[in-house]
């Protein structure tokens, strides 16, 4: 029998802790009642209302993608301050690493969980949206005239839900990086949301007043970060979403590699729940 790899093992063993926290599968019940709300809705509008509304079959992939393009970034979050902070809330940290497995491949591990399960809810949409977008969609609608802006074929829709993937990503490992240096998942997830609120509310207002007061072009800067990239690579910018790829990954890349620095040199006693 061949030998399974120690990364498959620590990465069973990280699952098997992560899927005993009852906060985790709430986070997946309420992105997939979300999804299903939005489908259902609009099967409803379609069928069971007088309203003559046309929608392609890729109508409903286009909304469940929609859908979790919003819900991205707090999912990233909050799923990240799970795995990231919670062996520093339940003090099993270093239990774990006395046990002889290396720090980077605790933090790979927690990584590549975060990515995987992210994914599967981006599977899971597809899944559940598909079929009903074939059987519950009206084959002869297209894009233009439908009450739904949907791309024209399936290739943009299944690009938007990609980067926003990655988006997801990018945020996840903003929060690794945050629950490692306070070694705590309030700490982490806290001080996240609160990057995100504040990139979504100040961004925007203080692009806005530097075009009218200085005629200062910060928009073409603001771009750059983290909120902008990602609202880039989903398609919500002018710009290509290629052309934000790059960018995001950067931010997956540097985020990963600080969270391991900072595991690799810092204590990792208990930190504050």
């Known amino acids: 029998m061949r030998d399974v790899p120690p990364i498959v093992t620590a990465l069973r063993g990280e699952w098997f802790r992560l899927s005993r926290r009852t906060g985790v599968w709430v986070i997946i019940g309420l992105a997939t009642a979300l999804v299903a709300g939005v489908l259902g ?17 890729r109508g409903f992939p286009h909304l469940a993608s929609a859908s979790l393009s919003l819900l991205a970034p707090f999912l990233g979050i909050i799923l990240a301050a799970m795995i990231f902070g919670g062996d520093y809330g339940w003090g099993t940290l270093r239990p774990l690493l006395a046990r002889g497995q290396p720090r980077w491949q605790v933090v790979l591990t927690k990584l590549l969980l975060t990515a995987v399960i992210l994914a599967a ?6 899944v559940l949206s598909t079929p009903v977008g074939l059987v519950a969609g009206d084959p002869a609608a297209g894009a233009e005239g439908s009450f739904l802006d949907v791309p024209d074929g399936w290739w943009p829709i299944l690009g938007s839900s990609a980067g926003a993937w990655l988006v997801a990503l ?7 990086l945050l629950c490692t240096i306070g070694r705590s998942t309030a700490f982490g997830l806290g001080v996240a ?17 530097a ?15 983290l909120h902008g990239t990602s609202g880039g690579v989903t398609g919500g910018d002018e710009l290509s979403a290629w052309v934000f790829l790059p960018a995001t990954l950067a931010y997956i890349a540097a985020f990963c ?3 391991l620095l900072v595991t690799q040199r810092r204590d990792v006693a208990s930190g504050n729940g």
């Open 121 to 126: 809810f981006w599977v899971a949409a597809w």
């Open 41 to 57: 809705v609009t099967w409803a509008l379609i069928h069971l209302t007088p309203l003559e509304l046309a929608v392609p079959p």
């Open 211 to 225: 075009d009218l007061v200085t005629d200062f072009p910060l928009g073409e800067y603001t771009r750059w970060t």
């Open 193 to 209: 949301v609160a990057i995100l609120i504040f990139e979504f509310t100040v961004y925007p207002v203080a692009g806005l007043v």
């Open 170 to 176: 990018a945020y996840a490992g903003l929060t690794a």
């Open 257 to 259: 590699a600080l969270t």
